[in-house]
């Protein structure tokens, strides 16, 4: 399921894209034309509802990221594989690819490279990534997400 995320909510879109979820920011609200008439179109996430007809709009009335993602948690939770967490590019969206560590040395702090062993990249823009301290801080976070 694909999610499209207004401008207001751009650091929501970075959150659902951790939880491996296709998020697209956008500050184009006529992006929504192109799935009108689809048998399964994103959902619309929104800091404003005044001149919007799509079917399947969410409000989303925090201005808190966290609290955000918790006001579209049942909405979101059937759609989040735990395989797929932390498989998507935070500025991209693009889904992640291993790497070698080797190959990654000079693009990585010294101390990233010799206290981590497994890393990914964004095939797009080559940002790396690596299970550091936020992923414990997320855990806490997707426990919540996905309680019911």
């Known amino acids: ?12 879109a970075k959150y659902l894209r951790i939880l491996g979820l296709d998020a697209e920011y956008t500050s184009d609200p006529a992006i929504l034309d192109r799935y009108k008439g689809e048998t399964e179109p994103p959902y619309f996430l929104t800091k404003r509802l005044k001149g919007i007809t799509y079917p399947k709009v969410v409000f989303i009335r925090s201005d808190r990221p966290v609290d955000q993602l918790l006001e579209v ?50 095939p797009q823009c080559r940002k790396v990534y690596w299970e550091g301290s936020h992923v414990a801080h997320m855990g806490d976070l997707i426990k919540e997400i996905m309680e019911t």
């Open 1 to 12: 399921m694909k999610f499209i995320c207004d401008a207001m909510l751009g650091k929501l």
């Open 73 to 122: 948690k049942e909405i979101i939770r059937p759609f989040i594989n735990r395989e797929k967490v932390m498989n998507r590019c935070i500025e991209c969206n693009v889904e992640l690819a291993d790497v070698c560590k080797s190959d990654i040395e000079q693009y990585v702090p010294e101390f990233v490279f010799h206290q981590y062993s497994l890393f990914r990249i964004c």
